[in-house]
């Protein structure tokens, strides 16, 4: 389950003083399907938008993936609560964890890291990417951070994937720590931050291509709340139908064909 948010960009109303919506959304990523949203003023208060989520989700059993907003103490107990597991991005926004894991894998004996690669090429563009993985975190626990250091509780695996892209004669490098809570092999992290991308080509650009909200004027009220909303309720509808359509066409056709919208309605074959 990926957790990420998404601002609709003609939200705003500058005469009512109002700042864009920005939505959080919890995204099944083998399903492809919306679990659940959580409105916010604007991006920064991700931290207290992404509990308020969490707290009406059923998440036991489950991999909940969060992007370095999320990376804090308390969210990572909220899911343990759940009976879940979390997998956080570490970056800046907690400075000397990200350093520490970042100086560990640097150093750390070859005993103690698994590595995956997988390449990707296509369009021009190669990419690669190496995932390196440890259980060995007892030194997370060590005395030399300071009396009261907020500590993420159980901890089981951290991780950096390194990314190499070609494309066009040209060479970017970059690198991205993670730690989880659950026991996870390199090839199942990075899985799993493959799969937490998916809600931005799944959700977030598919509400932008075939329902066109960046475009969307709605601002009086709770008019732009209440059709982001809608928008993921058709979103799960529509791409639960069981055809070779495109969401668009699918769309555009039930906008026309009063029993194929019947059908997407009704959950009934097509």
């Not at 999320?70 to 969210?75: A, K, L, R, S, T």
């Not at 990572?76 to 350093?99: E, G, S």
């Not at 626990?141 to 040209?170: H, L, W």
């Amino acid at each position: 389950m990926a957790l990420d948010g998404k601002t609709s960009r003609r939200s705003h109303d500058e005469a009512a003083g109002r700042r864009a919506l920005h939505l959080v959304s919890a995204f099944a990523t083998d399903r492809h399907l919306v679990l659940g949203q959580e409105a916010v003023d604007e991006k920064s208060n991700e931290i207290i938008a992404i509990p308020a989520l969490l707290s009406r989700l059923a998440l036991e059993g489950a991999l909940v993936t969060i992007d370095a907003m999320g990376c804090n103490p308390g969210i990572a107990q909220n899911i343990l609560n759940a009976k879940a597991d979390y997998l956080l991005a570490v970056k800046d926004n907690q400075p000397t964890l990200h350093a520490e894991i970042e100086s560990y894998f640097d150093t750390a004996p070859q005993a103690e890291v698994e590595t995956a690669t997988d390449l990707d090429k296509g369009h021009g563009r190669l990419e690669s990417r190496t995932c390196r993985v440890s259980k060995k975190i007892d030194w997370l626990e060590s005395d030399r951070r300071y009396p009261g250091a907020f500590r993420f509780p159980e901890v089981a695996t951290i991780a950096v994937i390194d990314t190499k892209i070609e494309q066009k004669g040209k060479i970017s490098i970059a690198r991205r720590s993670y730690i989880t809570s659950r026991s996870l092999s390199a090839d199942a992290l990075a899985g799993a931050v493959r799969s937490h991308w998916g809600i931005e080509n799944k959700l977030h650009w598919t509400l932008d291509v075939a329902f066109n909200e960046d475009l969307s004027r709605l601002r009086k009220g709770h008019g732009a709340r209440n059709m982001a909303i809608v928008r993921h309720f058709a979103i799960n509808l529509v791409r639960d139908v069981k055809d070779k359509r495109s969401i668009k066409t699918r769309r555009k056709r039930a906008s026309r064909n009063p029993s194929y919208l019947r059908a997407i309605l009704e959950k009934s074959p097509c």
